[in-house]
């Protein structure tokens, strides 16, 4: 249906709810957040106005793929500000906001957020689920991060900026789009998804980038998934769980050059030298990673052998060194065995060896440098993601990155080959998208650079970095009578994707500083 319909059709159903709702946390940028309640370590930070809607935001679910309710939230916001909306059908959320009086007919600036979050918990909260739980704050030595589960600061915090610009009464601005796209995190689905002309501003600052430098290009990307079939057979006989926890995981583009671990890859490596040293044992199952874009923290196998001392010995010492290996970059990992009881089939040998040689061949990390740069960063990648057999089907989950799509496209190929040798069934390639391309000469970023100069007298950086951002892509949808351009802006998020993920409070006050001065300038 035609988005403008469906709104005037929906406009009396939500306008009715609204003013039922006295539920609704975040619509009055003077209220501090005073209920007792998951906020509670919210109450005394400033900005207030945006710890007031990043409450809101983080009380509602949201992992990539449900969205409902944080898409319910956002027309809520919309209809409290009788701000018009519209929705398309992937699910992508347009808020347009009038200008201030007598700036009717300045540019028109968009300010786009994700509205998805990366779904990641550690052991000791298992249970916590995503889908109706909110999540649970913590306020620490002036961190913000949540209770054993990622915070949702990428892209929360975003959100929050954008909502708080639209509704500042100190702030004077041209007309704003608020852009909410779905599904970032599991490949830039809403952005790629978007309709030309669906937003359609002059400017576009994408929330989800770093406080400084500011971000004008960034990697492309591929998501490259391979199954196996294999067979079972029924057994018997003592069965041993090996587990593999305590990395430090991270993003697998802004973390991958940090030599960080890779579960997944430290468990292939065990099995492999139980092959390597003529252990009798039988694979029983292989779990491990979560999303694709966080290196993985995360693995376990169940294997069925006699000889226990003798895996444990082998453990142990890949254990040893890979504390030495790691010293540095990644020093909590934790390699343990358990026995079990009552656990039956086992995946036949010859597809158990498939398993085990693919994940040992299959790269993982930063396989070019950006020698262009001058320092340590990545010009692609490829991270191995997860893993997990289940119903006689075996898949391996891995992502590549570049800042060239012809590179990008030479490791895609090299984990498709590695498929190929071990004859998975299927290998399926998706959440393909370009790399953004950087402007050097754009008007917005040297804009961007003097409000920063004048505001903190310093100057910022520009940059590429080699995790994705919407800001190339959506660019690319707006009319071409538009010009645009884009920057991204936004908090550092320090271990985003891992359970670990936090930002320091104190980085949110300046950050909002500078979105209202670019805002005013630009108006
Ligand atoms: C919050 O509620 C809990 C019980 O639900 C109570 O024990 C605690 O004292 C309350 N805290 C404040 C600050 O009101
Ligand atoms: C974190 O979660 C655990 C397990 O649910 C709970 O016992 C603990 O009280 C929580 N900590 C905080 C600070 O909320």
Same mark, same amino acid.
């Given at each position: 249906?035609?988005?403008?319909?469906?709104?005037?059709?929906?406009?009396?159903?939500?306008?009715?709810?609204?003013?039922?709702?006295?539920?609704?946390?975040?619509?009055?940028?003077?209220?501090?957040?005073?209920?007792?309640?998951?906020?509670?370590?919210?109450?005394? %930070?400033?900005?207030?106005?945006?710890?007031?809607?990043?409450?809101?935001?983080?009380?509602?679910?949201?992992?990539?793929?449900? %969205?409902?309710?944080?898409?319910?939230?956002?027309?809520?916001?919309?209809?409290?500000?009788?701000?018009?909306?519209?929705?398309?059908?992937?699910?992508?959320?347009?808020?347009?906001?009038?200008?201030?009086?007598?700036? $009717?007919?300045?540019?028109?600036?968009?300010?786009?957020?994700?509205?998805?979050?990366?779904? !990641?918990?550690? $052991?000791?909260?298992?249970?916590?689920?995503?889908?109706?739980?909110?999540?649970?704050?913590?306020?620490?030595?002036?961190?913000?991060?949540?209770?054993?589960?990622?915070?949702?600061?990428?892209?929360?915090?975003?959100?929050?900026?954008?909502?708080?610009?639209?509704?500042?009464?100190?702030?004077?601005?041209?007309?704003?789009?608020?852009?909410?796209?779905?599904?970032?995190?599991?490949?830039?689905?809403?952005?790629?998804?978007?309709?030309?002309?669906?937003?359609?501003?002059?400017?576009?600052?994408?929330?989800?980038?770093?406080?400084?430098?500011?971000?004008?290009?960034?990697?492309?990307?591929?998501?490259?998934?391979?199954?196996?079939?294999?067979?079972?057979?029924?057994?018997?006989?003592?069965?041993?769980?090996?587990?593999?926890?305590?990395?430090?995981?991270?993003?697998?583009?802004?973390?991958?050059?940090?030599?960080?671990?890779?579960?997944?890859?430290?468990?292939?490596?065990?099995?492999?030298?139980?092959?390597?040293?003529? =252990?009798?044992?039988? #694979?029983?199952?292989?779990?491990?990673?979560?999303?694709?874009?966080?290196?993985?923290?995360?693995?376990?196998?169940?294997?069925?052998?006699?000889?226990?001392?003798?895996?444990?010995?082998?453990?142990?010492?890949?254990? $040893?060194?890979?504390?030495? $290996?790691?010293?540095?970059?990644?020093?909590?990992?934790?390699?343990?065995?358990?026995? =079990?009881?009552?656990?039956?089939?086992?995946?036949?040998?010859?597809?158990?060896?498939?398993?085990?040689?693919?994940?040992?061949?299959?790269?993982?990390?930063?396989?070019?440098?950006?020698?262009?740069?001058?320092?340590?960063?990545?010009?692609?990648?490829?991270? #191995?993601?997860?893993?997990?057999?289940?119903?006689? =089907?075996?898949?391996?989950?891995?992502?590549?990155?570049?800042?060239?799509?012809?590179?990008?496209?030479?490791?895609?190929?090299?984990?498709?080959?590695?498929?190929?040798?071990?004859?998975?069934?299927?290998?399926?390639?998706?959440?393909?998208?370009?790399?953004?391309?950087?402007?050097?000469?754009?008007?917005?970023?040297?804009?961007?650079?003097?409000?920063?100069?004048?505001?903190?007298?310093?100057?910022? !950086?520009?940059?590429?970095?080699?995790?994705?951002?919407?800001?190339?892509?959506?660019?690319?949808?707006?009319?071409?009578?538009?010009?645009?351009?884009?920057?991204?802006?936004?908090?550092?998020?320090?271990?985003?994707?891992?359970?670990?993920?936090?930002?320091?409070?104190?980085?949110? !006050?300046?950050?909002?500083?500078?979105?209202?001065?670019?805002?005013?300038?630009?108006?």
């Amino acid at each position: 249906m035609n988005p403008t319909i469906t709104l005037i059709l929906l406009l009396p159903l939500v306008i009715a709810y609204t003013v039922l709702s006295d539920d609704f946390y975040a619509e009055n940028p003077n209220l501090i957040i005073l209920k007792n309640d998951t906020c509670m370590p919210l109450i005394d %930070l400033e900005p207030k106005i945006v710890f007031n809607y990043f409450c809101g935001i983080t009380k509602t679910p949201r992992p990539s793929g449900k %969205l409902h309710l944080i898409t319910k939230y956002l027309e809520e916001f919309a209809t409290k500000h009788y701000f018009e909306f519209k929705k398309d059908e992937i699910g992508n959320i347009l808020v347009k906001v009038p200008a201030s009086r007598g700036f $009717e007919n300045s540019k028109s600036l968009c300010l786009q957020s994700h509205i998805d979050m990366v779904a !990641e918990k550690d $052991e000791a909260h298992k249970d916590f689920d995503f889908d109706s739980q909110p999540i649970q704050l913590i306020l620490d030595e002036g961190w913000l991060r949540a209770n054993g589960t990622t915070l949702g600061g990428d892209n929360g915090l975003g959100m929050s900026l954008a909502l708080s610009v639209a509704t500042d009464p100190t702030i004077k601005h041209g007309p704003l789009e608020l852009l909410f796209t779905v599904d970032e995190e599991v490949g830039l689905i809403g952005a790629t998804g978007l309709q030309k002309g669906f937003v359609n501003s002059h400017h576009v600052l994408n929330l989800d980038g770093s406080f400084s430098p500011i971000i004008i290009g960034c990697a492309g990307g591929k998501t490259t998934t391979g199954t196996l079939n294999y067979k079972t057979e029924t057994s018997s006989g003592p069965t041993l769980g090996i587990t593999i926890e305590g990395l430090r995981g991270g993003h697998s583009g802004v973390d991958i050059t940090k030599q960080r671990a890779n579960s997944i890859k430290l468990l292939a490596r065990i099995l492999l030298e139980l092959i390597v040293q003529h =252990v009798d044992f039988k #694979l029983v199952s292989l779990e491990g990673g979560g999303a694709d874009n966080a290196i993985p923290r995360y693995a376990h196998a169940f294997i069925r052998v006699h000889d226990v001392k003798k895996v444990q010995d082998i453990v142990s010492t890949i254990a $040893e060194n890979a504390k030495i $290996e790691y010293a540095l970059s990644d020093p909590s990992i934790k390699i343990s065995t358990q026995n =079990v009881e009552g656990i039956d089939d086992n995946i036949v040998h010859d597809d158990a060896i498939k398993m085990i040689l693919t994940l040992n061949a299959l790269p993982h990390g930063c396989t070019v440098l950006n020698l262009e740069q001058g320092h340590n960063k990545a010009r692609t990648s490829t991270n #191995l993601a997860s893993i997990k057999t289940a119903d006689g =089907v075996f898949t391996v989950l891995t992502s590549q990155r570049s800042d060239y799509d012809s590179e990008r496209d030479e490791i895609t190929n090299n984990v498709i080959s590695v498929f190929k040798l071990a004859k998975f069934e299927q290998v399926k390639v998706d959440g393909v998208y370009p790399g953004w391309i950087p402007n050097l000469n754009s008007a917005l970023s040297k804009t961007a650079q003097q409000v920063f100069k004048t505001l903190f007298n310093k100057d910022v !950086e520009l940059t590429t970095i080699h995790g994705g951002l919407e800001a190339g892509i959506i660019t690319t949808k707006i009319d071409d009578e538009y010009n645009a351009d884009a920057i991204s802006f936004g908090v550092h998020v320090d271990d985003a994707h891992s359970p670990t993920e936090k930002f320091r409070v104190a980085d949110l !006050e300046p950050a909002y500083n500078f979105i209202k001065a670019l805002v005013d300038a630009l108006k």
